[in-house]
């Protein structure tokens, strides 16, 4: 069974979490009392003792041993501070974005939503509770990520190499896509009237593609029809706009029309390998410390932000 620990490294593997079982649960943590004290004031955030009480039951269903209060203020303090951050940057993670990851833990965990907000509930957590903590990792590892990439952080080839020590020697796999990008332009000047008809010569277009070989001589017989050859990319380096779309197609396949700035267009996926070299895992192990924040830049970015906010104990 898949567990709590690390389980939001990265929204598409919830189910990669360490190993820890729901036992707890039978036994009744003990719930928080509704009123509550205000404890710490995080740039005007406040935590309270309400706050602290349903992370310490979070820590109990991870097995954290030690001083529970402790612990729990620190990880609220910081998850303050990465909700700062995240707020002014500008970041909104939508309830349908939070529900999706927390549908997913659910179903790795062999339940269904309901069943883990009732888990939740009997805990001490409450569902609300772990969807903000789903909340606040989405958006820290946006913001980290967009940092990160902004600066090309990619891990050393040392820390490269311990990471697949650390993982048994073997080199992490990812898939390579050759993609091509059909365009159907439309002029904005147009865009209101000729869109809807454009998506429908997109997704006829689309059922005739066989592979990449013939796209151009099928654009050349339409209107306004522009091909672009993307070359090879790794699944880890997809665009997040074309991600969930591309992930899983094979030769031949083509994504769903999308409105564009430039008119309505879909990618064909020429080719799909599997590669497996020392690209593949220093992209593999950077996106995964970049999405759960755990990465240097992320640890550097929350110490700069710990510096510049107000955190006052009571």
Not at 68 to 75: C, G, K, W
Not at 179 to 204: D, G, M
Request: charged letters at 25%; proline letters at 2%; one cysteine or more.
């Amino acid at each position: 069974m898949t567990g709590w620990t690390n389980a939001f490294r990265a929204p598409r593997r919830l189910a990669a979490a360490a190993a820890l079982s729901f036992a707890v649960c039978a036994g009744g943590v003990p719930t928080a009392a509704q009123a509550s004290d205000i404890k710490v004031v995080v740039n005007n955030q406040a935590v309270t003792s309400y706050d602290i009480a349903r992370r310490k039951a979070f820590l109990t269903l991870q097995r954290r041993k030690g001083n529970l209060t402790e612990l729990a203020t620190n990880e609220l303090i910081e998850q303050a501070l990465k909700s700062y951050a995240i707020q002014r940057a500008g970041y909104r993670i939508p309830d349908s974005r939070v529900d999706q990851a927390f549908a997913s833990f659910a179903n790795s965990n062999k339940m269904s939503s309901k069943q883990l907000t009732q888990v939740l509930g009997q805990s001490g957590v409450t569902a609300k509770h772990f969807k903000e903590f789903i909340r606040v990792q989405i958006g820290w590892g946006q913001l980290v990520g967009a940092q990160s990439r902004g600066k090309g952080g990619l891990m050393s080839e040392q820390d490269v190499v311990a990471k697949m020590l650390e993982r048994g020697g073997a080199k992490p796999t990812s898939t390579e896509y050759t993609l091509q990008k059909v365009i159907f332009v439309v002029p904005k000047s147009h865009r209101k009237s000729t869109l809807a008809s454009r998506r429908s010569e997109a997704n006829a277009m689309r059922g005739r593609v066989g592979d990449c070989s013939n796209t151009i001589a099928l654009a050349a017989q339409l209107r306004d029809v522009t091909v672009q050859d993307l070359g090879r990319v790794l699944q880890l380096e997809l665009p997040d706009r074309w991600k969930d779309e591309v992930s899983g197609l094979q030769s031949g396949q083509t994504t769903r029309p999308k409105d564009s700035e430039d008119g309505v267009e879909f990618l064909i996926v020429c080719r799909a390998r599997t590669v497996s070299d020392d690209r593949v895992a220093q992209l593999q192990f950077s996106t995964e410390a970049v999405e759960s924040g755990d990465s240097e830049a992320g640890k550097k970015l929350l110490e700069q932000i710990r510096e510049n906010s107000r955190i006052q104990r009571r």
